[in-house]
């Protein structure tokens, strides 16, 4: 029965490689088998997320969707006190097994995608929906810091929409995002630094979009996503004693136990995206080409000092051991094809490229959340069921990417009983890979 | 203390005390606004998940909703007894929304297919000052994804399916301190049999039997003592629940429900399950009515079951499962030909269980956990 219930594992998804950065390459099967383009052409509910005008495309309809996402993240670490005379033993505690292969055992996590449109009148479309817009995580066995390395988080979207065809050639659109996100993370746990366990946050933002179909043949869109305000993610903190280093009684509400906790208040947003995109007809429609181009502002939300904890929040353990993400903003490119072999037969492919917006040097936030996968190659296909319903297969393989860095760790002189600043800078070189594929299915349905 | 700290923490979730137990009062916001009923009649595609049979009274449609249940709890327990302090804390978790769809396909005249996800369990706490004055977070949660068949078998007789495909995530707090361990997730599968029998054009009866749910060992990474890197598991199924019901049509606008559900938590959370929860079975009473005031349809509802916590344990703060009445209000309000807007709400006051724990902490401990809840949800149906 075991078996079985893992071989149920149909419709689920992992985080960290089908996505650009956290944010998620597509939202919705047939969405996926294209690259993620969509931002001149609406096909589906994904419509919106990338672009609420393409409503205008569309007629009444609903798509359900999910999908599997098996995947491959590693990473080896090495620190420089191992070859420090004296300092052999902290290096020891700092990395427990020199250069070697760590496979993470995230598991795999379903993920619904939902869709209606409905149209309220010929020129109006009203669209409702829910959609993953953004994941990533890690859980690694006991390494760094003598601790497992945990994260997790997942960003869930429920836009509420509307399209207004202006005039013939040109509609425009709006949509309320609403959002949902958890996020939880554990790293030191065995060192004595507190863990986050998963906290959750809700959020709001808007996306406006707008798309003109120059010629019969060709249509161009953009579309803008303001950023995701989000709540500060809230954690309750116990007292903490990092390597034991704090003489007990020097906190006495805290006994032997260190430092304090108390709440803390974490804040992530998502950051605001603008995307351009084209889309051509060619053989009487049988045959579509896009193309889209996308910038991804994650300089804005996880960049120097960022993500932050606010509200005078941060524990002394969090203050030792602040975020720093130093993400780049992100170029992301995506070309997808639709050709329509038969009546009830379409298929689909596309690509999708970003360059990794991570520093590379900001070791400790790269292993925990590996988004760094850049390319995508994307296959799917429709078939048409019925007069009324279409399904929907797609697969997005996720190309391997590695990246390498150093970082430098916070100030560990009190580990060896020394005032601080005492002992050289620690480091920590790692080497870190992450591929994968998905496999996505849903039911598109006309009323 | 450190073992209570270690067992503690596993099952709870996010604020869905809006439950009988930790499962769904009902799927969609016209079953919550109807107290949960969904066996004895047929109310929509919910149906997949509480009377897959259910289906044959249902033509084409689809139902797509969303759904945000909250809490408030409060937890009190006094160390004094064991040498410490009283301590009161209420939970931080935040309300967590979740998706209700389904969908209902005409294979021919006589048979239904049809597909269905919708959150079934979910439970929780997070406490700064939670069991023993310490910092304590646990969150449960499960979703189905259904595929169901029904069968007319004969005027006034159908069969139904349905294969339960389930995932659910365990958060954090089984393992603390050094061995803290953020969480881990399983799949699951069983199944739901149901049969539906119409004696009268007005009255239609049923029963539906879902079997245990068999989850895989859910996996924490973690460390041991010594600091070695190990794997724990715990084991966490849902339980065997059958309900009978029935759907009354007294006159043409009304529709009166009635479900008695039986949901064996003692076998899955029993003093003899893995996690040792002390849970008792239950049983539940679902009352529902809709009323056809057209355009809109009005509807109430409200649910009954005794909290299956056993008050001889203090880690139930973390597991707060006191809730036991429910009442549902909702409304459907047709947008169009073949749409309407679907608004259901259920809100359970505020209960309590207390006790006194003589087993955890060395000495008696009396403890005591309230809290009252919501689920809102809204939803759109389609016929097409």
Request: charged share 10%.
């Amino acid at each position: 029965m075991k078996k079985l219930a893992a071989m149920v594992a149909v419709l689920a998804a992992t985080p960290a490689f089908a996505t650009n950065g956290l944010r998620m390459t597509a939202f919705s099967p047939l969405n996926a088998s294209m690259g993620g383009t969509g931002v001149a052409m609406g096909f589906d509910s994904s419509a919106l997320v990338l672009n609420p005008a393409t409503m205008a495309d569309l007629g009444s309809r609903v798509d359900f969707g999910a999908a599997y996402f098996p995947t491959t993240i590693t990473y080896s670490a090495s620190t420089n006190y191992a070859s420090i005379p004296g300092l052999e033993p902290l290096g020891a505690l700092i990395v427990n097994q020199p250069n070697t292969t760590i496979t993470s055992d995230f598991p795999p996590v379903p993920i619904p995608n939902i869709g209606v449109i409905i149209p309220l009148a010929k020129e109006w479309r009203l669209g409702l929906g829910m959609a993953a817009i953004a994941g990533a995580g890690s859980d690694y066995a006991a390494n760094l810091f003598s601790s497992t390395v945990q994260a997790t988080y997942f960003n869930f979207r429920f836009p509420i929409g509307v399209s207004w065809q202006v005039m013939d050639m040109v509609s425009v659109g709006a949509t309320l995002n609403g959002s949902w996100a958890l996020m939880g993370y554990s790293f030191g746990a065995s060192f004595g630094l507190p863990p986050h366990p998963v906290a959750n946050a809700f959020g709001v933002g808007a996306t406006l979009g707008a798309r003109a179909k120059l010629l019969p043949i060709l249509a161009v869109g953009a579309s803008w996503e303001s950023p995701t305000w989000f709540q500060p993610f809230k954690y309750n903190i116990g007292c903490a004693n990092p390597g034991g280093a704090i003489p007990p009684g020097t906190f006495p509400q805290c006994g032997p136990l260190g430092v304090p906790g108390g709440r803390e208040e974490l804040q992530l947003n998502l950051p605001w995206a603008a995307t351009l995109g084209a889309e051509v007809e060619l053989l009487d429609g049988a045959l579509l080409l896009l193309g889209d181009a996308q910038f991804i502002a994650w300089s804005t939300t996880l960049g120097k000092n960022q993500p932050k904890f606010v509200n005078d929040s941060a524990t002394p353990t969090s203050q030792a051991f602040p975020f720093s993400a130093r993400w780049s903003d992100q170029w992301v490119f995506k070309i997808g094809a639709q050709l329509k072999a038969t009546d009830w037969l379409k298929l689909r492919a596309g690509f999708n490229h970003g360059k990794a917006p991570q520093d590379p040097d900001a070791a400790l936030e790269n292993i925990a959340f590996p988004a760094f996968v850049e390319s995508h190659v994307t296959v799917g296909l429709g078939l048409q069921l019925s007069p009324a319903v279409t399904l929907n297969l797609a697969s997005v393989i996720g190309l391997e990417k590695t990246i390498s860095g150093t970082g430098t760790l916070p100030d560990l002189s009190a580990l060896a009983g020394q005032p601080p600043g005492s002992l050289p800078p620690a480091t920590l070189s790692y080497t870190a890979s992450s591929a994968g594929y998905t496999l996505e299915a849903g039911l598109s349905v006309t009323y | 203390m450190r073992r209570l700290t270690a067992v503690l923490a596993l099952l709870v979730a996010a604020p869905a005390l809006a439950s009988n137990g930790m499962r769904a009062v009902g799927f969609g916001p016209v079953q919550v606004s109807m107290g949960g009923v969904g066996v004895g009649a047929s109310l929509d595609a919910g149906t997949i998940l509480s009377n897959p049979a259910g289906m044959s009274a249902l033509g084409p449609r689809a139902d797509l909703g969303v759904g945000m249940a909250g809490a408030s709890v409060e937890q009190w327990t006094d160390y004094t007894g064991v040498g410490g302090s009283a301590f009161a804390d209420s939970s931080d978790r935040g309300p967590a929304p979740f998706p209700a769809f389904g969908l209902v396909v005409p294979l021919g005249e006589d048979w239904r297919l049809g597909f269905g996800g919708y959150q079934v369990a979910s439970l929780g706490a997070d406490y700064l000052y939670g069991l023993g004055a310490a910092p304590s977070h646990a969150s449960y949660r499960q979703t189905r994804f259904a595929p169901a068949v029904s069968w007319r078998v004969l005027d006034g007789l159908s069969l139904g399916a349905a294969l339960n495909l389930m995932y659910a995530t365990l958060d954090a707090g089984l393992f603390y301190g050094s061995q803290f361990s953020l969480g881990g997730s399983a799949f699951g599968m069983g199944a739901t049999l149901s049969a539906r029998f119409s004696p009268l054009s007005a009255l239609d009866l049923a029963l539906a039997v879902e079997t245990k749910g068999l989850f895989q060992d859910f996996r924490f990474d973690t460390v041991d003592a010594g600091g070695t890197p190990v794997r724990r598991t715990a084991t966490l199924n849902q339980p065997i629940v059958a309900t009978l019901g029935a759907g009354f049509r007294p006159v043409e606008p009304l529709l009166v429900a009635a479900d008695l559900e039986w949901i064996g938590w003692s076998g899955v959370l029993g003093p003899a399950s893995s996690l040792r929860l002390g849970w008792q079975d239950q049983v539940v009473v679902k009352l529902g009515a809709e009323l056809a005031l057209e355009p809109v349809r009005l509807r109430a509802g409200l649910s009954y079951g005794k909290s299956p916590l056993d008050p001889n344990l203090a880690f139930n703060m973390m597991f707060p499962a006191v809730a036991e009445a429910h009442l549902g209000l909702g409304v459907g309000v047709p947008l169009g030909p073949a749409i309407a807007l679907e608004l259901g709400a259920l809100w359970s006051p505020t209960a309590t269980v207390q006790g006194t724990d003589a087993t955890s902490f060395g000495g008696a401990v009396p403890y005591r956990v309230s809290g009252w809840s919501y689920d809102l949800q809204v939803g759109v149906t389609i016929a097409y």
